[in-house]
């Protein structure tokens, strides 16, 4: 292995581990809105809009409908 090759296989291990921290904080960020926690303090923590949060909120739900 080269160093390209070293630097792509580097390069997808860490795209990897931004999906799954991305999934890690969005099941924080639906226990969170679970627990009552207003979508102000989220997005100052987080850094997320409203309408995010929101969606977030949506995409969860259809998911646990079917």
Same mark, same amino acid.
């Given at each position: 292995?080269?160093? &390209? ?24 960020? &639906? ?13 100052? =923590?987080?850094?997320?809009? =409203? ?6 909120? =949506? ?8």
């Amino acid at each position: 292995m080269d160093e &390209l090759d070293a630097a792509v296989a580097e390069h997808r291990h860490a795209l990897q581990q931004v999906e799954v921290t991305r999934l890690k904080l969005h099941e924080q960020i &639906l226990k969170a809105l679970a627990r009552g926690v207003i979508q102000a303090e989220l997005v100052r =923590r987080t850094g997320y809009t =409203r309408e995010r949060l929101r969606q977030l909120a =949506r995409e969860a739900d259809e998911k646990s409908a079917h």
